[in-house]
C-alpha cells in the first residue's frame, strides 16, 4: 500500500520492450534513499555497471522528486536527473525547478526509470496510474516551445507539464540539457543527451491535485511564517527582485567575475552591461516562480522581434559563460544565446564556456576561419553566438567539434589547447573562481560529478560577523570559526567544505532549492529543515540523520566513479586556476596549489575515502548501510 509519507512507488519503464512495471521501496529503505540521486543511484547500483557506455542502450535515467515535494511551501518543486554522463563518465545529476516536479509527484510518482533504447521516438504519457508510451515523430526535431504546444494539441489537454530535450539531446550534445516550461533546465551533465540516445523525447505529466501536508494546519502556519521571513529579508528580497545574476557587477569590481575564457577576472567594459540590476531595468518582463514559492527569483525577458519571454531569462552562471567568460558585453545578445539554449536543449554553462575556449583558441591561432565554417571567433563578438549556438545543437561544421565540450575539442584540435580547457572531468566551471573560494574549488575538484557551485557553501560566508544569523546556523552543523578575508586555506575551513557538502547533499536528496533552504542563507536553516520534515512528513527527524543521508548520497556517487573507472588523480582543477590573476583588483592573488593539494588529501581523511584512491574505503560504505556494495 502506497503512503506517500514513508515509501516510494517508481515507474520503471522498459523503452527497448515497450514495457512499463510499477516497484514499491518500502519505508525502511527509502527512508535511506528519499529521493534525488540517492533513491537514483539505489536503483541504478542494483542493475547497471557502472562502466556501461554513457550513450548506450544499457545506461539508466532515472527522474526522481521525495517525499517533500510539492508541498504547499517555498522552495520545494524539483526534479533530479540521475544518470552516468556523456561528458564526464562519471555518476550523472542535474536538477531543476519549475512545476513539473510538482506534478509528477501529485501523480503519485517518486521515480520515473527508464532503461533500454526505444526503436522510434516516443514520448511517456502519466495521467496517475494510465502511463503509456506514444509516438514522438511529430515532436522529434522540434524546439521546445513548438513541442509544448503539438503535444497540448495531440492530447487536446492544456492542463499538462512537459520534461523534454530539444534537437540538441537529439543530436546527442554531450551537453544536452532537459527543459521543463521551455525555460526551466536539468541543465548539467548531458542528461539530454542520454535522453536523446533512448530515443525519449519527452515526459508529459497531466497535471494532479495540490499535495497535502501532514500536519495541514501546522505546515500552512508554519509556509506563512516563511512568506513573512521571505519578505522581512532584503538578501532574499534582492534574490527576487534581481534574481541571482544581480552579483555580477560586483564579482567583476572584486576582480572575481571569470572572464575572457578566465585569462582575468575583471571585466570593467561589461560587466555593468550585462549585470541583474541593468536586465531589471531594461528588458525584464516580469518575475517567474517555481510551483509555491514565494521568492520569485526567475527572470522572464523580452526584446521584441529579437528575444521570447516564452524561454525565461539568463541567470548569473548564463550570464557570465556568455557574457563575461566570452567578453560579450550585451545583455539582448546574451538572452538571445539563453533563449537559443532553452529552445534546442542545451546547457548554458558548459556551452557558453566552450564557445569561450574556442575563442581563445581562434585568437591564438590554433583555430583559423577555415576551421570555424568563417566565423571570427573572437572575444566580444556577440554577432557569432546565434548561428554557433545552433550549429553545435544541430551538430553542424565547427559546431559538430564544440558539441564535444572544451576537454574533447582540445584534445581533436590538439596543438596544446588543453592548457585552455577550464574543467574538472570535463565539465566546465561554473562561475565561482577557486582562486576567490578555495574551498568552492576543493568541492569542485573532488564532486563526484565534475564541477559544480551548487554542492557546498562558498567561502564569503565565513567573513560575515560571528553573531549573525548565517554564521550562527552554520555552528549546528560545526563550523563556528570565521576569516577576515575569503582565501584562506586551513584545516578548519576544509571541514567546513566537507560539512556543508554533505548538508547540501541533503537538500539535493530531498530536492529542496538551496536558496531557500541552504543552510547559510539568512532564510531557512537546520532547524527550519528539521520542521518542515516533521509537519510536512510526520517525520521525526535529528540532524545527525538528515547529515547521514546528505553523506550517503556522495559516498554512493563516489562509489559508482570507482567502478567505473576514476580515482583521485582525476580530481584536479585546471592549471591556469593556480595562476597569479593578472590584473584588475584582483592582480596578483594567487591559489597556492601546494597547500590546495595538502587541503584535498585531508578532505579524503575527513570523508573517510582511500589515501591512495580517493574512494570510499569498505569502512565507510558499512558505517553509511551501504555494506551491500561491497562485492
Ligand atoms: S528561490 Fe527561485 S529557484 Fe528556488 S524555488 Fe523559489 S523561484 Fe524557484
Given at each position: ?95 531543476a ?52 504546444k503539438?503535444?497540448r ?25 532537459i ?21 525519449l ?13 501532514y ?37 567583476s ?30 528588458i ?21 522581434g ?11 552562471e ?16 546574451v ?43 573572437k ?50 566551471l ?104 516533521k ?67 585531508l ?29
Amino acid at each position: 500500500m502506497y503512503d506517500r509519507f514513508s515509501n516510494a512507488r517508481i515507474l520503471d519503464v522498459d523503452l527497448t520492450k515497450s514495457e512499463i512495471n510499477i516497484r514499491t521501496i518500502p519505508g525502511d529503505i527509502y527512508r535511506l534513499y528519499p529521493g534525488g540521486s540517492a533513491l537514483g543511484l539505489y536503483l541504478i547500483l542494483q542493475d547497471m555497471d557502472p562502466k556501461v557506455e554513457p550513450l548506450s542502450s544499457e545506461n539508466m535515467l532515472i527522474f526522481s522528486v521525495s517525499p517533500l515535494t510539492g508541498l504547499p511551501i517555498s522552495g520545494t518543486s524539483r526534479v533530479t536527473v540521475t544518470t552516468k554522463s556523456p561528458l564526464t563518465g562519471t555518476i550523472g545529476d542535474s536538477q531543476a525547478g519549475g512545476f513539473f516536479p510538482m506534478h509528477l509527484k501529485a501523480n503519485d510518482w517518486d521515480s520515473v526509470l527508464f532503461r533500454g533504447k526505444s526503436e522510434k521516438p516516443v514520448y511517456l504519457y502519466i495521467d496517475g496510474d494510465n502511463v503509456e508510451l506514444k509516438d514522438a515523430k511529430n515532436i522529434w526535431g522540434k524546439v521546445t516551445g513548438e513541442v509544448e504546444k503539438i503535444v497540448r494539441q495531440e492530447l487536446g489537454e492544456k492542463n499538462v507539464e512537459i520534461a523534454q530535450i530539444g534537437p540538441g539531446g537529439e543530436n546527442l550534445v554531450k551537453y544536452a540539457s532537459i527543459i521543463n516550461m521551455c525555460n526551466r533546465a536539468n541543465g548539467r551533465n548531458g542528461t539530454g543527451a542520454v535522453m536523446g540516445s533512448k530515443n525519449l523525447k519527452a515526459l508529459v505529466v497531466k497535471k494532479g491535485k495540490a499535495l497535502k501536508p501532514y500536519n495541514k494546519e501546522k505546515f500552512s502556519q508554519f509556509s506563512k511564517k516563511v512568506v513573512k521571513m521571505i519578505s522581512e529579508n532584503p538578501n532574499i528580497e534582492g534574490l527576487g527582485e534581481h534574481g541571482t545574476d544581480g552579483d555580477l557587477e560586483e564579482f567583476s569590481d572584486e576582480g572575481f567575475l571569470p572572464t575572457k575564457n578566465w585569462t582575468t577576472g575583471y571585466f570593467p567594459e561589461g560587466a555593468t552591461e550585462i549585470t541583474g540590476t541593468t536586465m531589471s531595468e531594461t528588458i525584464l518582463k516580469k518575475r517567474d516562480t517555481c510551483y509555491g514559492c514565494a521568492v520569485r527569483c526567475k527572470r522572464v525577458v523580452e526584446v521584441p522581434g529579437i528575444v521570447n519571454p516564452l524561454y525565461g531569462g539568463p541567470e548569473y552562471e548564463t550570464a557570465a559563460a556568455f557574457g563575461s567568460y566570452c567578453g560579450i558585453n550585451d545583455l539582448k545578445a546574451v538572452s538571445l544565446a539563453n533563449q537559443l539554449c532553452n529552445m534546442y536543449g542545451i546547457d548554458t554553462i558548459s556551452c557558453g564556456a566552450t564557445i569561450a575556449f574556442a575563442m581563445e583558441c581562434y585568437e591564438k591561432g590554433m583555430l583559423t576561419k577555415k576551421d570555424t565554417d568563417g566565423l571570427e571567433l573572437k572575444f566580444g563578438n556577440d554577432k557569432i553566438l546565434p548561428e554557433l549556438i545552433e550549429k553545435i545543437a544541430n551538430r553542424e561544421g565547427i559546431g559538430n567539434l564544440l558539441a564535444e565540450g572544451s576537454k574533447r575539442a582540445a584534445q581533436i584540435i590538439g596543438k596544446g589547447t588543453e592548457c585552455f580547457t577550464i574543467e574538472v572531468k570535463g565539465q566546465e566551471l561554473p562561475a565561482h573562481m577557486p582562486q576567490y573560494k578555495p574551498m568552492v574549488g576543493l568541492i569542485y575538484a573532488v564532486n563526484p560529478f565534475g564541477a559544480d557551485h551548487q554542492s557546498s557553501e562558498h567561502d564569503v560566508f565565513l567573513n560575515l560577523p560571528k553573531d549573525s544569523q548565517p554564521i550562527q546556523r552554520l555552528g549546528q552543523i560545526g563550523t563556528y570559526k570565521t576569516y577576515k578575508d575569503p582565501f584562506t586555506i586551513d584545516d578548519d575551513k576544509v571541514r567546513f567544505a566537507f560539512d556543508t557538502q554533505c548538508y547540501f547533499s541533503i537538500l539535493d536528496t530531498l530536492n529542496l532549492c538551496q536558496f531557500v533552504w541552504g543552510p547559510s542563507w539568512e532564510l531557512c536553516g537546520p532547524d527550519e529543515l528539521l520542521e518542515l520534515c516533521k509537519l510536512g512528513l510526520g517525520w521525526n527527524t535529528s540532524l545527525f540523520e538528515l547529515m547521514r543521508i546528505g553523506e550517503r548520497r556522495i559516498n554512493m556517487m563516489r562509489y559508482f566513479n570507482a567502478r567505473a573507472g576514476f580515482t583521485k588523480e582525476d580530481d584536479k582543477l585546471p592549471k591556469r586556476i593556480f595562476e597569479k590573476m593578472p590584473d584588475g583588483p584582483s592582480e596578483g592573488i594567487q591559489l597556492n596549489e601546494e597547500k590546495f593539494n595538502e587541503a584535498k588529501e585531508l578532505y579524503y581523511i575527513f570523508a573517510g575515502w582511500g589515501k591512495d584512491t580517493g574512494n570510499p574505503t569498505e569502512s565507510i560504505l558499512k558505517k553509511l548501510s551501504l555494506g551491500w556494495l561491497i562485492k
